[in-house]
């Protein structure tokens, strides 16, 4: 089951600067993606969000686009702080045949360093 | 801020025991969901709960196990024998709504070890 595909186990950023993660998916059915922020013995924490009928969703320093025509997504962190370095996953949801199931990607690590 | 929380945090148990997760899921949230993640793997769907039944399973979540929510505010995942390969972190989840844009909380976790 690879239908959420995050192809960058980890990124390394220099504090202040941008921080972009990235996500793919091969379901077109997906219409509701997620990102969740994980540090170790704690369980994911939601982030941000964008719907399919959207393109671009910001919330302070963080912004999600979506590429439908490429099935893409990308989570930008503007700036990078040390307190962001977490693994990040991608997830998505088919809101029209599940009822809530999220499927994860496995997670990219980001360091953000001083 | 609500949130949900999970207990035990660590589960040791030998193979073939049966084994029951706990959860609070936050108090006004409608849906429950269970997960896992087994080590260096991504993280995995099981079953959403609502209305007192199961809505959704996925193929993980077989005859070895089953949820519960017993009151008012606890949600259990019981896997009957356990075996190695169920050796994994599982996450309790709640969402006001189910997929139609409602975020879904995680807990913490439960480390389940199957030795």
Same mark, same amino acid.
């Given at each position: 089951?690879?239908?959420v595909?995050?192809?960058?186990?980890s990124?390394?950023?220099?504090e202040g600067?941008?921080?972009?993660?990235?996500?793919?998916?091969?379901?077109?059915?997906f219409?509701?993606?997620?990102w969740y922020?994980?540090?170790?013995?704690e369980?994911?924490?939601?982030?941000i969000?964008?719907?399919?009928?959207?393109?671009?969703?910001?919330?302070?320093?963080?912004t999600?686009?979506l590429?439908?025509s490429?099935?893409?997504?990308?989570?930008?962190?503007?700036?990078s702080q040390?307190?962001d370095s977490?693994?990040?996953?991608?997830?998505?949801?088919d809101?029209g045949?599940?009822l809530?199931?999220l499927?994860f990607g496995?997670g990219?690590?980001l360091?953000v360093w001083? | 801020?609500?949130?949900?929380?999970?207990?035990?945090?660590h589960q040791?148990?030998?193979m073939g025991?049966?084994?029951i997760?706990?959860c609070v899921p936050i108090?006004n949230?409608l849906?429950?969901y269970?997960?896992?993640?087994?080590l260096g #793997?991504k993280v995995?769907?099981l079953?959403?709960?609502?209305?007192?039944e199961?809505s959704?399973?996925?193929?993980?979540?077989d005859?070895?196990?089953?949820?519960?929510?017993p009151d008012?505010?606890?949600?259990?995942?019981?896997?009957r024998s356990?075996?190695?390969?169920d050796?994994?972190?599982y996450f309790?989840?709640s969402s006001w709504?189910?997929g139609?844009?409602?975020? #879904?909380?995680?807990?913490p976790?439960?480390?389940?070890?199957?030795l």
């Amino acid at each position: 089951d690879q239908q959420v595909k995050q192809n960058s186990p980890s990124l390394s950023v220099q504090e202040g600067r941008i921080s972009i993660l990235n996500c793919d998916y091969t379901n077109s059915m997906f219409d509701y993606f997620l990102w969740y922020k994980k540090y170790p013995a704690e369980g994911p924490t939601f982030l941000i969000s964008i719907s399919s009928i959207k393109d671009k969703n910001e919330d302070g320093r963080f912004t999600v686009f979506l590429n439908k025509s490429a099935k893409h997504l990308s989570l930008h962190i503007v700036p990078s702080q040390p307190g962001d370095s977490a693994v990040y996953f991608c997830a998505a949801n088919d809101r029209g045949s599940t009822l809530g199931r999220l499927y994860f990607g496995r997670g990219t690590q980001l360091t953000v360093w001083p | 801020e609500p949130e949900v929380t999970q207990t035990p945090s660590h589960q040791v148990t030998q193979m073939g025991q049966e084994v029951i997760l706990r959860c609070v899921p936050i108090s006004n949230h409608l849906y429950f969901y269970w997960y896992r993640q087994i080590l260096g #793997q991504k993280v995995e769907f099981l079953v959403s709960f609502y209305n007192n039944e199961i809505s959704e399973k996925s193929e993980i979540f077989d005859d070895q196990f089953s949820v519960e929510r017993p009151d008012g505010s606890n949600f259990t995942l019981k896997i009957r024998s356990t075996k190695l390969e169920d050796s994994a972190m599982y996450f309790c989840a709640s969402s006001w709504d189910s997929g139609s844009g409602e975020t #879904q909380y995680f807990g913490p976790g439960t480390r389940l070890l199957v030795l």
